[in-house]
């Protein structure tokens, strides 16, 4: 019996069975997780399987076809987006390259770079832009043109450092083997390519502003991310044990206690305009505004 002992976990498993019939037949990974502690309350993946019938599936071979094995929350690596861009705002605002009233005017088309492709959505879209806008107005709406502009202007150096210290294109520490993923800059391209391709071009910079190029983050690392935004910089360790106790339950040999991995000095001001962009995107005009009508929860989100 020496050798057994109790394993309590954070994962909650009403919630995760509503994530995973929420997800359906679509594939894709809903993750939960209490930013006040870094406990993971839900992390689910779909396409999945019954555990009770896996030994059913490798006696039949185990080829993976639909990627049942793949966790796709810390298992798998994807573009962050427009998710990216609270990361070129917090770069820009906290070395003052713009304020919180800073207004950058969107022209349709981002001709500084001599990419054709630079363009904001809804130019592609309608032909219209988001005319002249600040940094909150640009996270709601996403204005692709605004943070080509911003990401122009800031470092690299500033922008890698912000992403760097949310933790993003880093390992989390969860318990559990994580993929790693990498962030956008002239060492990861190095690494990638070669010949012209491995070079750093101001091109490269202003497509990672929006969360593309070669930034490829696991969706455990955005919701990190996310987090310690929510926390006001504090990132906290992910953890999926709350607490384990010997065989008996009457000694416990390790427990859940939140561990503070970074602590991120963040200007008020710089919260707040992100805080009300992210506000904005599911209420007003914003880009999730339509999905999150007559929610009776306020909510945030990109």
């Known amino acids: 019996n020496a050798g057994f002992c109790d394993m309590q976990l954070t994962i909650n498993a009403d919630i995760s069975a509503a994530a995973l019939n929420a997800l359906g037949r679509h594939n894709g990974t809903v993750g939960l997780y209490d930013y006040k502690t870094g406990e993971l309350l839900c992390m689910v993946s779909a396409p999945t399987f019954d555990v009770n019938n896996a030994d059913k599936i490798f006696e039949a071979g185990g080829k993976d076809t639909e990627g049942i094995f793949i966790n796709r929350f810390l298992g798998a690596t994807y573009a962050p987006g427009s998710t990216f861009k609270m ?49 909150a107005h640009a996270l709601e709406v996403s204005c692709n043109y605004f943070f080509y502009d911003l990401g122009s ?64 983050f696991t ?60 506000l904005g995107v599911t209420t007003e005009d914003g880009t999730a505004s339509s999905v999150f009508a007559n929610y009776p929860i306020q909510v945030a989100g990109k």
């Open 87 to 135: 990361i070129t705002a917090l770069a820009g605002l906290e070395t003052e390259t713009i304020g919180p009233d800073t207004l950058i005017t969107d022209k349709g088309i981002f001709k500084d770079t001599g990419i054709p492709y630079a363009r904001c959505w809804i130019y592609s879209n309608t032909g219209g832009t988001h005319q002249s806008i600040n940094v």
């Open 153 to 216: 202007k800031i470092s690299l150096k500033a922008m890698d450092s912000t992403a760097k210290g949310f933790g993003l294109g880093e390992k989390t520490g969860v318990e559990l083997p994580e993929y790693v993923g990498h962030r956008a800059n002239a060492e990861t391209k190095a690494e990638l390519y070669t010949g012209d391709r491995a070079q750093w071009y101001t091109g490269d910079q202003v497509l990672a502003a929006i969360g593309q190029s070669d930034n490829l």
């Open 219 to 278: 969706p455990l690392q955005l919701c990190s991310y996310i987090s310690t935004l929510a926390n006001g910089g504090t990132r906290y360790q992910p953890h999926l044990l709350r607490q384990v106790k010997d065989y008996t339950g009457s000694q416990v040999l390790q427990d859940g206690t939140p561990t503070v991995l970074d602590q991120l000095e963040i200007s008020g001001s710089t919260l707040q305009a992100v805080y009300s962009g992210m």
